[in-house]
């Protein structure tokens, strides 16, 4: 069985991005491409086939990560597709939210610093208007939130 991901911000083309590619590398670290897939998106339409930007992949790249992927916007069929919704910050969370008018799908939906084990931070903000630094912060963040989270995902949802 595989085990989907889905990370979410704004744009698509900084932090969920971002996310996406570290949470593949350290997959690929761990030999366990096989069993778990990522996917990322935004909750506007504002990059719909963007590349991600490109001070998020130079601070990614000058850790060792390579960047792929075009930004899509979030859409209700994600719901069905993916076992975990993971937002950035509370207001794409809220944003996510909204789409479910039923609450059927609320328990799929998590921020994503939930899952950070050496920062405190409480969402990860969007550095697209600020400078280098922001980004290699966001960068130390989400390397964090995605080892807390692939080890979540061993314990509790890979079965092998």
């Given at each position: 069985?595989?085990?989907r991901l889905?990370?979410v ?5 900084c932090?969920?991005?971002a996310a996406e590619n ?12 096989e069993q778990?897939i990522?996917d990322s998106?935004?909750?506007s ?9 490109r001070r ?13 992927g075009?930004?899509?916007?979030f ?10 919704i ?5 207001e794409?969370?809220?944003n ?5 008018s039923?609450g059927?799908y609320?328990?799929k939906?998590r921020l994503i610093?939930?899952f ?10 969007d550095?697209y208007?600020g ?7 966001v960068?130390?963040l ?10 979540e995902?061993?314990q509790?949802?890979l079965?092998?």
């Open positions: 069985m595989v085990y889905l990370f911000c704004l744009g698509n083309i932090r969920s991005p570290i949470m593949n590398h350290l997959i690929k670290e761990a030999n366990l491409e778990i990522c998106a935004g909750t339409s504002y990059h719909i086939g963007a590349a991600p930007d998020m992949k130079s601070a990614a790249l000058s850790r060792g990560i390579e960047f792929r075009r930004a899509r916007q859409d209700w069929f994600d719901f069905k597709q993916f076992d975990l993971l937002a950035m910050d509370q794409n969370y809220q996510i939210l909204v789409l479910d039923q059927v609320k328990n939906v610093c939930e950070m084990t050496q920062h405190h931070e409480k969402q990860i903000l550095p208007y400078g280098r630094a922001g980004f290699d912060k960068i130390d989400l390397l964090d939130a995605c080892g807390g989270l692939l080890e995902i061993r509790n949802h079965y092998f």
